[in-house]
């Protein structure tokens, strides 16, 4: 069976009240199923402790989706790795495009946030993919495969076990409408075989999740392309019966 990590990425979603009962609809899924597959949530930083205290005796993974890369200093504002490490995260989302728009993250900053995720012993999901001009102008591979060469200088091969890639069109976040298989396989594929160019040894073993207006209507089919190890999810992991039956497709997987 191949590995795979099913995330839900919540966004800036939910008051504290809602967020513990999403959170605690999972768990009581996830006990209740003996699952193969990684599963994890990634709220906002406000509920992340509560949260951790929650599902800390479940199978349930815990992830931020930002982190500053400096471990302490006058950063108002800010959250640092051995911060969300001391609270009970393994993973952080680094790069994501709304970052990359709205915050003007370049890919100089996520590269020294995914190294010192790594050195902090998070699990950095790391999201790369092209806007549609970008696609429309045939520089689809250019941009992937340069926001991987600067997003991963001098991360150590030693550490890339822990480093999972979420490639996300940008285009097809929030859309509702997903990228069609071939187009997923086609930059999984890439993906890959850049990873593959860059470490020898370990470009064959990191998880490459697909994201982009995934939900139940389509996690069936885009779960089963070869290249993808799993999802992060937007929209669809803040109701319960959508995430979960995410996770009912992945764990059909061979
Ligand atoms: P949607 O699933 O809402 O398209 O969001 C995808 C995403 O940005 C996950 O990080």
């Known amino acids: 069976m191949k590995q795979m990590l099913i995330a839900g990425n919540w966004k800036m979603h939910k008051t504290l009240k809602d967020a513990l009962e999403l959170a605690y609809q999972i768990k009581n899924w996830v006990a209740t199923n003996n699952l193969r597959v990684e599963v994890a949530i990634c709220p906002p930083f406000a509920f992340l402790y509560p949260i951790a205290e929650l599902i800390k005796e479940s199978q349930i993974g815990l992830g931020a989706q930002n982190c500053h890369y400096l471990p302490e200093g006058a950063f108002t504002g800010e959250i640092s790795p051995p911060m969300l490490v001391s609270i009970g995260c393994q993973y952080v989302i680094i790069g994501h495009s709304e970052r990359r728009t709205h915050f003007n993250e370049s890919n100089e900053l996520i590269n020294k946030k995914i190294i010192s995720a790594l050195n902090f012993g998070l699990k950095p999901i790391f999201c790369i993919g092209e806007t549609l001009e ?3 102008e045939g520089r689809t591979f250019d941009i992937i495969e340069n926001q991987i060469k600067s997003g991963l200088q001098s991360v150590e091969n030693k550490l890339l076990h822990k480093l999972i890639i979420a490639y996300e069109p940008v285009w097809a976040i929030g859309t509702g ?4 298989t071939e187009q997923i396989e086609e930059a999984h594929k890439f993906i890959r075989k850049t990873l593959q160019e860059l470490y020898p040894n370990a470009g064959d073993n990191i998880l490459i999740l697909y994201g982009g207006s995934l939900n139940g209507g389509n996690a069936k089919e885009i779960l089963s392309i070869s290249d993808v190890h799993g999802g992060l999810i ?5 109701d319960n019966r959508e995430f979960t039956k995410i996770i009912e497709y992945a764990e059909q997987i061979d």
């Not at 937007?234 to 803040?238: Q, T, Y």
């Open 134 to 136: 970008e696609r429309k």
């Open 177 to 180: 409408i997903s990228a069609k």
């Open 234 to 238: 937007g929209k669809a992991s803040l």
